[in-house]
C-alpha cells in the first residue's frame, strides 16, 4: 500500500517491536493513527508529505497492527497515553531524531497530546486530526455524545465482555464503525486497508490491547491529565475536523485547544471522522502548509 516506503519493525529499549512504515528526506513527520485503524490510514496523506520535502514516520501504535500487544496492568497503565507516547519518542531516537513534527488522528491525538507536554523538547509543531481533549469530551459528556461516541464507554467495560462480543464477528464490528464515523461510506477505504484493520482484530491480543486503550482513557489518562490541567503545549498546534463529524458539531475545535495550547490554528473540512481517508488532499496540504511555516 505505500509504494516506496520501508516497512519493518524495530525493537525500542523497552523491548517493545513497533511495526513502521518511513519514506522521503528531510524534515520528519510522526504520523500517528487512530482506532480502529493501523498505520494504514495514512496511505494517501503520507506520500504527499515526502513528495513535499519531508521525512515520514508512520508507525501502529502498542497494540494495535503489526506492534507488540502486551498485556495489560490492573491499572491500565501499560496502555496510557503516556507509555504510548514514550514508545513514540524511543522509535525517534533509535531512528536517529531528536526533534520532530509530530501528527495524530483519533487515538493518535490523544497521544501527541499527552507526547507534546511530556516531551516538550521533542516536538517542534503538532497537528490533531478531529479530536478534542479527553478531559473536555468526558466532562462535557450528554446524551448526543454518549450515542455517537458509545464505544467510549462500551470498551472500558470489565473484560472481558467487550472483547468476547467484539471476537463473535469482529469483521463486522470494525467495518460498521468504519462505516458510522465516515460521511463517505465504507467505499472510501481500499480493500488492502480494510483486509489490515480486519486480521488486526481478528487477533484477541489486539481486541484485548484496543479496550485497554479506552480502560486507560476513562482511568489513569485522567489522572495524569489532571495533574497537569495547568500545563499547556508549548508547540505550534494545528487542529483539523470534520465538519460532519460529531466533534465539529459538539465542539469549538479551536477554542478547546486554546485551554490546551499556546498557539492554536484550527480549520474544519467537509467530510466526517476519518480526514485522512475522506479528505485526503486537503489534510496533506493543510498539513504541508503548517508544517512548512517552522524553521526547522
Known amino acids: ?23 522521503g528526506k528531510g524534515p520528519p513527520i510522526l504520523l500517528l493513527h487512530g482506532y480502529p485503524q493501523t498505520s494504514a490510514c495514512w496511505r494517501e496523506v503520507a506520500p504527499k508529505l515526502v513528495s513535499a520535502g519531508f521525512t515520514v514516520i508512520a508507525p501502529d501504535l502498542r497494540g494495535y497492527g503489526g506492534s507488540d500487544k502486551p498485556p495489560s496492568s490492573p491499572n491500565h497503565l501499560t496502555y496510557s497515553k503516556r507509555l504510548m507516547a514514550q514508545d513514540q519518542v524511543e522509535l ?10 509530530l501528527a ?3 487515538r493518535g491525538g490523544r497521544v501527541a497530546h499527552r507526547l507534546a507536554l511530556d ?12 479530536i478534542a481533549p ?10 448526543a455524545f454518549a450515542t455517537g461516541y458509545y464505544h467510549w464507554f462500551f470498551l472500558i467495560q470489565p473484560a472481558p465482555l467487550p472483547e468476547t462480543l467484539i471476537g463473535a464477528d469482529p469483521d463486522f464490528y470494525l467495518r460498521s464503525k468504519l462505516a458510522a464515523w465516515g460521511k463517505s461510506g465504507i467505499e472510501v477505504f481500499s ?14 491480543a489486539c481486541l484485548s490491547a484496543t479496550c485497554e486503550d479506552y480502560r486507560a482513557a476513562a482511568t489513569i489518562d485522567l489522572v495524569h491529565d489532571e495533574a497537569d490541567s495547568d500545563l499547556r503545549i508549548e508547540a505550534p498546534l494545528l487542529a483539523l475536523w470534520g ?23 484550527g480549520k474544519g473540512l467537509p467530510v ?14 493543510a498539513m504541508i502548509g503548517f508544517f512548512s511555516e517552522s524553521r526547522y
Open 1 to 23: 500500500m505505500f509504494k516506496g516506503f520501508e516497512d519493518r519493525n524495530v525493537v525500542l529499549p523497552s523491548g517493545l517491536s513497533i511495526r513502521v512504515r518511513s519514506a
Open 92 to 101: 525517534m531516537h533509535l531512528l536517529g531524531y531528536e526533534r520532530f513534527h
Open 104 to 106: 495524530g488522528h483519533d
Open 119 to 130: 516531551h516538550p523538547a521533542a516536538v517542534d509543531r503538532i497537528a490533531v486530526l478531529d
Open 134 to 143: 479527553t478531559a473536555t469530551m468526558y466532562a462535557n459528556t450528554d446524551r
Open 191 to 204: 480493500e488492502e486497508a480494510l483486509a489490515e484493520y480486519c486480521e488486526s482484530f481478528r487477533d484477541p
Open 243 to 265: 465538519t460532519k463529524g460529531l466533534v465539529g458539531r459538539l465542539y469549538d475545535v479551536v477554542s478547546t485547544w486554546q485551554e490546551k495550547a499556546v498557539h492554536v490554528v
Open 272 to 285: 466526517g471522522h476519518f480526514l485522512p481517508k475522506e479528505a485526503p488532499n486537503e489534510t496533506a496540504e
